[in-house]
């Protein structure tokens, strides 16, 4: 990425912008956010009061119904947690807050003159609110045009107009500097917090997923594939006399024979399967969309990749592999948790029938819901 406010792959540009909705929904939802811009509002009237006491109390009117939009969406927000609309709310408040100013300051006198700090302020405040520069850009292009055409229906006078454009533009600009600084703040974060994620859910011998992170992903392909009446696989695989090579080689070559069974493993499984360390010299692939039979298919061709391993720098070892496998249809009368566990001890126990019968075989051990669920 050459630039910390470039966009990611459309994936993870997907997944950072969400995040950066949650963090809005957070922001957006707490007393003191949407009370501080209520408030800001009300101290905006005692400079009304200061400049133009005769329209004081219209300008406030205007202020006031502003504060009811802020506080209400921000209550709505607060209540109910919503993280799609934060975005849409953070823009209302922030939008009703300029042309309040803007109304405000049409109505008291030199408004848009001594006024414009205030809406100075405001538009400062928009960087805050947004997911990205860009997105800040677009929430400013309606109040400015709110703005602009407050300014046309009171005739305020040339220079008057020119100067309140002259440092609206300016505001502008410094709040497209200010929201890239927060963007590259923000994909920093999110950069540093996906890559402890991945860390954390990856093997550090051979760089598969981990136990957890295989899990996780064997329950979520479930959930998914049982929505859809289709089957769901497991293959669990397990290195033969692995101990052997431990004792006889040495735990170096007993790494390097793992790292080694999980790269050709990785390579023969198709791209939509999920291939993990499962723990020790073990491996477990997750096959979404896949009855028993075409699950042993591929298992067998998992097993024969491994007999043809040669492993440079360790001459004479063969290593073989056994392996087990399960598959399932759910008829949703067990919850995802069951299906897994009773799922990978059906391919547990053809793994061990795969061992006991000689190893380096494929053993299968066919499932239906009615068994899950019993």
Request: contains cysteine; hydrophobic residues 50%; neutral net charge.
């Amino acid at each position: 990425m050459s630039s910390l406010t470039n966009p990611f792959p459309p994936d993870l540009e997907a997944q950072f912008r969400a995040s950066r909705a949650r963090g809005l929904a957070v922001t957006n939802g707490t007393v003191a956010y949407f009370g501080l811009s209520a408030s800001m509002m009300l101290l905006f009237s005692l400079w009304d009061w200061f400049v133009d006491p005769d329209a004081w109390s219209t300008a406030l009117v205007i202020r006031l119904a502003a504060v009811a939009v802020i506080v209400a969406t921000g209550v709505v927000q607060r209540l109910t947690g919503t993280v799609r609309w934060a975005p849409t709310l953070a823009k209302v408040r922030f939008s009703t807050a300029v042309i309040a100013v803007a109304g405000a300051n049409a109505i008291v006198r030199d408004g848009y003159t001594l006024g414009l700090p205030g809406l100075v302020a405001v538009f400062l405040g928009g960087p805050y609110i947004v997911l990205d520069k860009r997105d800040y850009f677009l929430t400013t292009l309606l109040p400015l045009a709110g703005v602009g055409i407050l300014m046309s229906v009171v005739g305020v006078d040339r220079m008057t107009a020119i100067n309140a454009a002259f440092f609206l533009a300016l505001t502008i600009v410094v709040g497209l500097m200010l929201a890239r600084v927060f963007e590259a703040t923000n994909r920093r974060a999110f950069a540093a917090e996906q890559a402890l994620m991945r860390e954390a859910r990856t093997d550090s011998l051979t760089r598969l997923a981990n136990r957890r992170s295989a899990e996780e992903h064997a329950i979520t392909e479930l959930r998914r594939q049982g929505r859809q009446g289709r089957p769901t696989a497991f293959i669990l695989c397990d290195i033969d006399h692995f101990k052997r090579i431990n004792d006889d080689r040495g735990h170096d070559a007993g790494d390097r024979t793992i790292r080694a069974v999980g790269d050709r493993l990785k390579a023969v499984i198709r791209s939509v399967d999920t291939l993990a360390r499962w723990g020790g010299e073990e491996f477990l692939a997750v096959l979404p969309e896949t009855g028993e039979a075409d699950a042993a298919v591929l298992a067998e061709r998992m097993r024969a990749a491994i007999e043809e391993l040669t492993m440079d720098g360790v001459p004479g070892l063969r290593v073989t592999l056994s392996a087990g496998v399960a598959a399932i249809v759910s008829d949703g009368t067990a919850t995802e948790p069951e299906l897994f566990d009773r799922l990978l001890k059906a391919a547990d126990a053809a793994l061990y029938r795969a061992k006991s019968g000689g190893r380096n075989r494929v053993e299968t051990a066919t499932l239906d819901a009615a068994q899950v669920a019993s």
